[in-house]
């Protein structure tokens, strides 16, 4: 069926290191999703990208999606403690009714 | 101010004791669904609704049922709740659907023993 790998399912950064993780769709999508879930919270959109190649900021993230709209990325700079929670992506297929196909999230660590 | 309500945030329930929670916004949405969340598996739709007395199964349905009769409201119901059924849930709203932005409510931890 249709999926959305995504990729670390950890990481572990010291404070002020980089962050990445990664989005790839099994189908095209017409739009992808990024979410922020703090611990003990909920999912809280942060970015809709809808165009092929386009790429948005937002301060110290940078939203990806690719050229052929089957995946995304979504990178960190500079880690601060408040980057800590776990990061979803979630897709709209192109060509179906299917509903949003989340992928199972990364989860950011900040090492002591 | 706008919001997803739900409740309640905790139950602790035995296994095949009827349980009901609910889910309210506030934003007149058309679109709402229900969500669980399981360690390393993310989030998976358990029922969606595109607006009053239009419901439809997501990826994990079995076990639960949902109604729809106002915009407003969406409430899960587990009928025979089961171990296997223990898991946070999330109920979920956007204004048309799934392309738009999904605001979600604050979450059901329930523990079936």
């Known amino acids: 069926g249709q999926q959305v790998m995504q990729i670390p399912q950890y990481q572990h950064v010291q404070e002020g290191e980089d962050f990445t993780t990664y989005c790839n769709s099994s189908t095209t999508l017409s739009n992808i999703q990024w979410y922020k879930q703090r611990p003990g919270g909920h999912p809280v959109f942060l970015i809709q990208?809808?165009?092929s190649g386009e790429v948005k900021k937002q301060k110290r993230l940078t939203f990806q999606f690719g050229e052929a709209k089957k995946n995304s990325s979504l990178h960190i700079t500079a880690t601060q403690t408040t980057d800590v929670g776990t990061y979803f992506c979630?897709?709209?297929?192109?060509?179906?009714?299917?509903?949003?196909?989340w992928g199972a999230g990364t989860k950011l660590i900040i090492k002591p | 101010e706008a919001q997803v309500t739900q409740n309640p945030r905790y139950l602790i329930t035995v296994t095949g004791k009827k349980l009901t929670v609910t889910c309210s916004q506030n934003m007149n949405h058309e679109y709402m669904s229900w969500y669980r969340q399981d360690p390393g598996l993310g989030l998976r739709q358990i029922y969606y609704s595109m607006n009053v007395e239009v419901t439809d199964k997501g990826d994990v349905p079995e076990g639960y049922k949902v109604s729809r009769k106002e915009k407003r409201n969406f409430p899960l119901i587990l009928e025979s709740p089961s171990p296997n059924q223990t898991s946070l849930y999330f109920c979920?709203?956007?204004?048309?659907?799934?392309?738009?932005?999904?605001?979600f409510g604050a979450g059901t931890r329930l523990s079936v023993l």
């Open positions: 990208l809808v165009k």
């Open positions: 979630a897709g709209t297929p192109m060509d179906s009714n299917y509903q949003l196909i």
């Open positions: 979920a709203s956007s204004l048309q659907g799934r392309k738009n932005i999904q605001y």
